[in-house]
Nanobody
Framework: VQLQASGGGLVQAGDSLRLACAPSGRTFGSYGWGWFRQAPGKEREFVAAIRWRDGNTYYADSVKGRFTISRDSAKDTVNLQMNSLKADDTAVYYC??????????????????????WGQGTQVTVSS
């Protein structure tokens, strides 16, 4: 079972991109989904997450108001709409999925070590 991330590309500052994450094989409708990114020379960091069962979301402060994570129930995919992109958003973006318990809080979705499955990453490059 794999997660396929797609939608990356080269854009200019201020432009938009939409990333998509889709599982191949078993679906993960009851999971929590997250997007993370890793810029050159930096550690991988949390971007956004969504709790599938209720659609509630959580964002890193750096992307709040610009990025929107959403779920497509018909396709079992998770999308990341990125608007007003900045050069600092340049990174490889990874989608991930994790199991949830009844006690999993939204803020806990930012912890990458809790994620069970990872996609291969998609490059986003924003030129200034």
């Amino acid at each position: 079972v794999q997660l396929q991330a797609s939608g990356g590309g080269l854009v200019q500052a201020g432009d938009s991109l939409r990333l998509a994450c889709a599982p191949s094989g078993r679906t993960f409708g009851s999971y929590g989904w997250g997007w993370f990114r890793q810029a050159p020379g930096k550690e991988r960091e949390f971007v956004a997450a969504i709790r599938w069962r209720d659609g509630n979301t959580y964002y890193a402060d750096s992307v709040k108001g610009r990025f929107t994570i959403s779920r497509d129930s018909a396709k079992d995919t998770v999308n990341l709409q990125m608007n007003s992109l900045k050069a600092d958003d340049t990174a490889v973006y990874y989608c991930a999925a994790r199991t949830l318990t009844s006690g999993t809080t939204l803020s806990a979705l930012r912890f990458q070590y809790e994620y069970d499955l990872w996609g291969q990453g998609t490059q986003v490059t924003v030129s200034s």
